[in-house]
Nanobody, 124 residues
Framework: QVQLVESGGGLVQAGGSLRLSCAAS????????MGWFRQAPGKERESVAA????????NYVDSVKGRFTISRDNAKNTVYLQMNSLKPEDTAVYYC?????????????????WGQGTQVTVSS
């Protein structure tokens, strides 16, 4: 059974940093692309970043380019999201997700497995 468990969320001041982690189990993690998404209260879920199975290809939504970095450690079955220069508008529940077809795109419809989410709150 595939499980994705996020951690690392919390409360941070604007301009600060957080690193989210997503640990995967129940599958051959290194074979699949992974993505990070977020959903703020009252808003639709939006993509944040994606990474290919090898880590050689990454994609970012424009609003986080230059501030967020997605990476993965296949030996640890974990994908990370390093978030720097955080803004209040980054406040959301952040989810990791797995793309079984390794497309590493930013469309949520490409992802079949999702974690339970971790809350990130950025205060002004």
């Amino acid at each position: 059974q595939v499980q994705l468990v996020e951690s690392g969320g919390g409360l941070v001041q604007a301009g600060g940093s957080l690193r989210l982690s997503c640990a995967a189990s129940g599958l051959t993690f290194s074979s699949y692309a992974m993505g990070w998404f977020r959903q703020a209260p009252g808003k639709e879920r939006e993509s944040v970043a994606a990474i290919s199975w090898s880590g050689g290809s990454t994609n970012y939504v424009d609003s986080v380019k230059g501030r967020f970095t997605i990476s993965r450690d296949n030996a640890k079955n974990t994908v990370y999201l390093q978030m720097n220069s955080l803004k209040p508008e980054d406040t959301a529940v952040y989810y990791c997700a797995l793309d079984p077809f390794n497309r590493a795109g930013l469309g949520s419809e490409e992802y079949d497995y999702w974690g339970q989410g971790t809350q990130v709150t950025v205060s002004s």
